[in-house]
């Protein structure tokens, strides 16, 4: 009987109560603060005790060898993952637990390691997708299919804006372009580009510079740098290129393993010999 | 000109309507053209319908002949009620028919939608497969609804001159199908259905909510298969509960398919699908009669290769429909013209444009030595 009690009590633990994550505030100067993040599958700890703190209009880095689980990170933050341990705040407002769309109203964007672009709409459209949801663009079922005055409006203000958001990127004459038909850079900046529709608060890049020729990198070094400029944005990303990272991130995490190597500004956390012993072996 | 491209199809179905209207009030349509005309009709709102789960959501779904069913039974049970106690057919009958089945169908797309949003590609199909399938023993085995013998449903009308009456209320369901789809997907709820059909993730990532506009997409499909049901069950004498079985759905998705995947394609395949269907009934009699389906059959098959063989691609290109208004609008083929956008990726066949080959920018430095930067260059790429 005790035995049956117990499993059913570790079945409501880990089943239910995990669902039911009570999510409390924090005061947190901080805009990204993860608290023991870590999850689990089954007896592979893929990330634990992740704790990030990234200030506002910081361009931070989270690096490490293959599979230490950064990708892993990214996905917990953006809810594609629920955490089975710990809990992140944007702003000290905790959204462990969230679904992705709620998570993305929020405030946290991302694009990802191998691109997702929206193949057969336009270059505009794929930036107008990530408008949707923005509250000046609102705009019901009801008063879309009667064509009413506020539809008009609000698909022109989208238009302007998605126009707007490509002209940054450069964009701005392949608009009415098939998104699959761009180069790879391009590609990769039409991503960025759609996750700043979305007005977020963070912006999460996975691999930036990933197959870019050195120009291409450059330009993305450039770019990254006049989006926090001028949207006000705080940045983490995840890069393999040590030229890269050290030439943006202000500061950096390492991971190994799923866990924290070390953290600390760019240049000492790069010279660790932990972190180098992590990358060459011996 | 933008104007003509976007509104062609209630252009052309509003003229052609208006014009069958006029010949059928002076009664000069015979009785088997009108019903091909009627077929068409439900055909046309059954395709442009399932086009929105099937072309704009990327679902496949096999239950569309299900939500038919429920719109068919539900309205003409309701037609049958109203005529006994208010006496006869009119108007008032056919539209309460029309709102009651097309609600009934959609809260019915509802609840299969619920328990299908979790699931993806072929477990979608079975499941749809096996709610058409429920849908229609359940009305084959209700006594409330006619049971085996079928359901006899009110004659609409039995005076050939207003015949044509029912293919009006058929091409003005059809404008109001035609009128609201293509509304949703032409604004920003029908550019998230097509995100979340392009990539899923990427739309979940981006903010979109997945469950709501699925949902959209899947109610509002089934709630016009229901219109065309209570339309149908106005055509039929009576419902036969195996009319709407799976082939049905197939058929459906079959013009779907044959059409492109657009709404005007849909439009087009299902007239000329239900024609030929037509044809081959009412000409292949006796002992022909079997080989109506093995000659529908032979003529998709034939269809599709035409469609998409390679060897044909050339043919194709020369013959189809855009190219002839091309060549009737400029007949001559000047080498001097250039097509007003001068960079179209479309036609790049790589992924590697020349744009991207160009702007690696190689300095021409005529003071130093140039062919170390270049080698670098080359190098890195």
Known sequence: ?282 | MKFVKHYLSYIVIGALAVIISAVGAAGGIPGTFSALLEQSVIAIILAVSLNMVVGFLGELSLGHAGFMCIGAYVGGKLAVLLSSSLGGTNIVTVILALIVGGLCAGICGFIVGLPALRLRGDYLAIVTLAFGEIVKNIFENSEFFGGQTGLKTPEFTTQRSTRFVLFLIGAVIVLLTLFVIQNIIRSKHGRAITAIRDNEIAARATGINVTKYKLMGFIVSAVFAGLAGVLYSYSQQSLQAKTFDYNYSIEILVIVVLGGMTVNGSIVSAVLITALNNILQTNLGGSFAVAKDLIYAVVLILLVIYRNAPALKSFREKYNLANLWKRLVKPKHDPSRVGDDSVRWDVVPTKISMDEVLSTDVVIDTTGDNSADIGERGGNK
């Open chain 1, 1 to 282: 009987m005790a035995k049956l009690i117990d499993s059913v009590k570790t079945f409501v633990n880990t089943k239910i109560l995990k669902k039911v994550h009570k999510r409390e505030s924090i005061d947190s100067k901080y805009v990204l603060e993860t608290r023991n993040l870590g999850i689990s599958f089954g007896g592979l700890k893929a990330a634990q005790n992740v704790n990030l703190k990234i200030e506002k209009n910081e361009i931070y880095g989270l690096i490490g060898p293959n599979g230490a689980g950064k990708t892993t990170v990214f996905n917990l933050l953006t809810g594609v993952y629920q955490p089975t341990e710990g809990a992140f705040y944007l702003n000290g407002e905790d959204l462990t637990g969230l679904p992705q769309d709620k998570i993305n109203h929020k405030g946290i964007a991302r694009t990802f390691q191998n691109i997702r672009l929206f193949n057969n709409m336009t270059v505009v459209r794929n930036v107008m997708v990530g408008l949707t949801n923005q509250p000046e663009y609102h705009c019901s079922l009801f008063e879309s299919i009667f064509r009413l005055p506020r539809h008009f409006k609000v698909e022109k203000e989208m238009r302007k804006r998605a126009k707007e958001l490509l002209r940054i990127f450069d964009l701005e004459d392949e608009r009415n372009n098939l998104a699959c038909n761009l180069p790879y850079g391009k590609q990769r900046k039409l991503e960025i580009a759609r996750a700043l529709a979305t007005n977020p608060k963070l912006l999460l890049l996975d691999e930036p510079a990933a197959g870019m020729n050195p120009n291409e990198t450059e330009d993305l070094v450039n770019t990254i740098k006049k989006i926090r400029d001028e949207f006000d944005m705080t940045v983490l990303l995840i890069e393999h290129d040590m030229k890269f990272v050290s030439g943006l991130c202000d500061r950096i995490t390492v991971l190994n393993f799923g866990t924290v190597l070390t953290e600390g500004d760019t240049k000492t956390a790069l010279s660790n010999p932990d972190v180098i012993k992590a990358y060459i072996g011996g």
